[in-house]
């Protein structure tokens, strides 16, 4: 990023403090409406299918960054940022309405459906300009570090709020218990809004020939956008078609909606316990060792679902919350190496393209995961794998979710990855010192 264009340090720590409680508001919104969707949708009626759907919808409306791209040179990074969100509380209040009538239908389901598409749809509108906030925000100070506070702050949300939400549904919620946490999902989303309204944000973005797709396909020449844009497409396909459906083998396996929404707490307990010691790590090494040990052991703990146990109980509790444990682990440590790499391989002259252009190739990579693993799960029912007698869903998940080394082979090939330390070579420094 060009010196002259780097904020004040007093702008910046009013920048990075609103960007952090912007953060926090967003997850518990997210807690009360995005984390129990899926049992709302299934308290109604839906099916494997209309899960991944939901998933899929989540990916599809990235494509309103293309009015974002257009919105941003009119309304400023953060003004578009508060309008969204605001926007977005909007549509929730049909959700609330559904629930409280406790209306059980196909239309009903198609209508949350909906309703969330287009909250998410509102929402990316803004999203288009987070990186780019986060950039000029953090230009001049360890991005590692201002990471790892962010996301231990919003962590915290999703680690405490769910325990409450999965609390106040019990273990078989009606429709109508979901009615009080979609409210207060509007509540936080407009007091996210009011956040965002102040937060910093560098010079005006210079203007740039060529309507959205011609910049957004400049942008892909770059090689360190290229590559980084694969690896975002495949991990995010995997992850829409793996992630949102293990509410649907393990609720198969008797798991309690008030268990399973108490496990998005235990990933967040993961992240949170570990940030801080990734901001380290990323900051000293770089994103390529800290990509390669996420996603390896992403990859390497697929083999888990071999042990799911059948019933419901105290082995099964203990199962869930070991893995989504580790898989919060990881999960940090993914996404701080990946938003360390994006920094360093979007310039400013191509800042809000450039993020875009990634972010689009992470939205169709989620579409295609998102509907292709709702179909094959419903598909797969209750039919066991020939020659394993493992069910043939968990089969699935478990060959899905080690597809992740694939993820982890293009880590190794981004731009500027060959001038990074590699995992090995630390973990054969560490073993040196320490015989010394």
Not at 369 to 376: K, S, T
Not at 396 to 406: D, G, K
């Amino acid at each position: 990023m060009d010196p002259q264009s780097i904020l004040p340090e007093a702008d910046r720590r009013t920048g990075q403090k609103r960007l952090i409680g912007m953060s926090v508001l967003s997850a518990a919104s997210d807690a009360f409406i995005t984390v129990i969707a899926p049992l709302f949708l299934l308290s109604i009626g839906a099916s494997s299918i209309h899960i991944g759907l939901l998933a899929t919808s989540e990916h599809v409306q990235k494509v309103s960054r293309f009015v974002g791209l257009r919105l941003v040179r009119t309304f400023g990074k953060a003004r578009l940022m508060a309008l969204s969100r605001l926007a977005a509380a909007l549509p929730v209040v049909a959700l609330v309405l559904v629930a409280s009538y406790g209306i059980s239908s196909d239309y009903a389901v198609i209508l949350t459906i909906g309703v969330l598409a287009v909250r998410e749809f509102l929402r990316q509108m803004g999203n288009t300009v987070w990186w780019p906030l986060i950039q000029d925000n953090t230009a001049g100070d360890p991005y590692g570090a201002f990471m790892a506070r962010l996301r231990i702050r919003q962590n915290g949300a999703t680690l405490l709020l769910p325990i409450a939400v999965g609390w106040y549904l019990g273990t078989g919620p009606s429709s109508q218990r979901f009615a009080l946490p979609f409210a207060l999902g509007i509540a936080a989303s407009l007091m996210g809004a009011r956040w965002a309204w102040g937060v910093s944000e560098g010079p005006p973005l210079p203007h740039t020939e060529g309507g959205v797709v011609r910049r957004l396909f400049r942008a892909y020449r770059l090689p360190s956008v290229r590559w980084l844009s694969l690896l975002m497409f495949l991990h995010r396909g995997i992850t829409a078609a793996t992630y949102p459906l293990w509410v649907v083998v393990l609720t198969r396996n008797g798991m309690s909606a008030m268990v399973f929404v108490w496990l998005s707490s235990a990933a967040a307990f993961g992240q949170v316990t570990s940030l801080t010691a990734w901001g380290r790590w990323v900051d000293h090494h770089g994103s390529r060792p800290t990509l390669s040990l996420a996603l390896s052991v992403q990859a390497t703990i697929a083999v888990a679902w071999i042990w799911l146990p059948a019933e419901p109980g105290s082995w099964q509790l203990i199962w869930g919350f070991m893995f989504y444990i580790v898989w919060g682990v990881m999960e940090g440590g993914m996404n701080l190496g990946r938003t360390h790499a994006m920094m360093g391989a979007v310039s400013g002259d191509h800042q809000v393209e450039g993020f875009n252009a990634i972010m689009y190739a992470s939205a169709v990579g989620g579409m295609i995961g998102g509907i292709g693993g709702g179909v094959m799960l419903d598909w797969l029912g209750d039919r066991s794998t020939p020659g394993f007698g493992l069910p043939a869903d968990q089969t699935y998940l478990l060959a899905a979710q080690a597809s992740t080394f694939v993820v982890y082979w293009v880590s190794r090939r981004l731009v500027g990855a060959d001038a990074q330390p590699t995992l090995r070579s630390l973990a054969l420094n560490r073993l040196k010192r320490k015989e010394a």
